[in-house]
């Protein structure tokens, strides 16, 4: 029987239409994956189902029966709980405390009760957490369990993840898939909205594809491939395995010393880092999310104060180009043009200014040469970058920072929150820089894609580099376990 049944759902937001007459039906029991293209109506979809929006026609179905679900507030009524990519936590409250939350309508809260009313429960799901611990004090698997709790202590029947390994170690990941089998034999329903085609083929029973706000295929995980799915997701043919050439390691251009850096709070982040990258070497850093990897790459790019060591670049005034990790906020100016977002490091300079006075024409050609290489999809060089997808903003932070040859590219997350089609395209433009020549910095939460990347891995854990070794002989199992602080 079907759970969940989506009749001709349409959204339309003005006159783009982000959900285009959706049909799906989604089994009790069963665990269904959503994939997709950014701006492929996935989180549109997702906001329907939970009460964020109301769509503009179609009906929803549970359990066979229509319903109307008016707000995030009537979803947990009719037993739909959402689980977000990032966490819903106060993180000075209790496990139990950020559980209840806005629950207990009594002024006798018996705090030691709902206590063991929530150990019972994590217990009896594998879903193991300390209720009186701090959310602050917890790994974030850890916090991800107690989102999970706080919607089963809902009641919820179905649960919908979005992105929910993004953030974890691959322990994590594996303790995650196993918690999430155990829910649905346990007859709950799960949607698993991913961008991970391995994790959907190990995980899923059934997988719908959407592109451009329409359904174009429902299918069986037995049946599929990956190759198949991630064609049916861009409309086009997909190398999902990348063409890395053997590395050949040039001149030092980049040599770390004893590098310690403080946040914003003057808390040190970094401590004690020490290595050198060469010419025509990828190194990538792993670790998880927070343990001093934007504190690390500001320094080296010079945006960031040190407070000890030395950062040496050879030659002196070697060109550095930088992906930031927030490209909304670091990398880009929103309500600038594409063509002006392309010169932001430049426009003091010939072609684009002389005598003061910035060179249209110049500035055009520059816009439509990179929107060519590096196939930025717009309908021109003056839309707003606030306006383009995230794979295509990416890609304008991506031309920029590459138009000067740099000899050293410091890239943070590069790939970050983009689908199968603009990670390829991210990738191996990132490649191409590596073969002729480039020192690369490659830092990113997906172990996968640093293996797959690298030739050398530094894992980082607490601020600190734990291990430094060969990308070609080294096993995901030892790099998980220091990221995770073992084998340290």
């Known amino acids: 029987m079907n759970y969940l049944r989506l009749q001709n759902i349409t959204k339309r937001f003005g006159s783009f239409i ?66 977000y990519q990032h966490f819903m936590l106060v993180p000075k409250l209790t496990v139990t405390e950020n559980i209840i939350l806005g629950m207990e309508k009594t002024w006798r809260l018996n705090l030691k009760d709902k206590q063991q009313e929530i150990a019972a429960l ?152 020490s290595f050198e ?15 001093g990897q934007r504190e690390l790459a500001d320094a080296i790019a010079l945006v960031r104060t040190i407070k000890q060591g030395k950062i040496e670049f050879t030659p002196k005034d070697s060109s550095v180009g930088y992906i930031p990790e927030d490209r909304q906020t670091m990398g880009l100016v929103l309500q600038f043009s594409i063509a002006q977002n392309l010169i932001l490091k430049a426009f003091k300079s010939l072609p684009f200014c002389r005598r003061f006075l910035l060179q249209q024409e110049a500035i055009a050609n520059r816009a439509q040469a990179a929107m060519q290489e590096f196939d930025i999809r717009a309908s021109g060089k003056d839309i707003l970058v606030s306006q383009l997808s995230g794979g295509n903003q990416q890609k304008v932070v991506l031309a920029r920072e590459l138009a000067q040859t740099p000899a050293l590219i410091i890239a943070m997350q590069p790939t970050r929150g983009l689908d199968v089609g603009a990670t390829v395209a991210v990738q191996s433009r990132i490649l191409t820089e590596r073969d002729r020549g480039a020192a690369i910095l490659y830092i990113s939460t997906e172990l996968e894609e640093v293996m797959a990347m690298s030739d050398r891995i530094a894992v980082i854990y607490r601020g600190e580099f734990v291990a430094i070794l060969d990308a070609a002989t080294a096993k995901v199992e030892e790099i998980g376990l220091l990221m995770a602080g073992g084998l340290s």
């Open 18 to 83: 982000a959900n285009d007459n959706i049909n799906l039906s989604i089994a009790s029991g069963t665990i269904h994956a959503i994939l997709g293209e950014n701006g492929a109506g996935k989180s549109t979809l997702m906001n329907i189902i939970s009460g964020l929006y109301q769509p503009d026609a179609g009906e929803i179905y549970l359990q066979e029966k229509p319903i109307k679900i008016t707000s995030p507030n009537e979803a947990i009524k009719l037993g739909v709980g959402m689980i």
């Open 277 to 291: 990258l060469r010419a025509g070497e990828i190194l990538g850093i792993a670790g998880v999310d927070g343990n």
């Open 122 to 273: 994590s217990q009896a799901y594998g879903l193991e957490v300390d209720p009186t611990a701090k959310v602050e004090n917890l790994s974030v698997g850890a916090q991800q369990r107690v989102e999970i709790l706080k919607v089963l202590y809902r009641r919820a029947k179905l649960l919908i993840l979005d992105e929910p390994t993004a953030v974890l170690t691959p322990p994590e990941v594996e303790s995650l898939i196993a918690i999430l089998r155990q829910l649905a034999a346990a007859g709950n329903t799960i949607i698993f909205i991913s961008h991970k085609l391995d994790e959907v083929m190990n995980l899923c029973d059934s997988v719908t594809v959407l592109r451009q706000g329409k359904v174009v295929a429902t299918t069986s995980t037995e049946t599929a491939t990956p190759q198949q799915l991630a064609t049916l997701m861009v409309g086009r043919e997909v190398a999902l395995q990348l063409n890395k050439s053997p590395t050949l390691p040039g001149e030092i251009i980049l040599s770390v010393q004893n590098l310690q850096v403080a946040d914003e709070r003057n808390i040190l982040t970094v401590n004690n880092v």
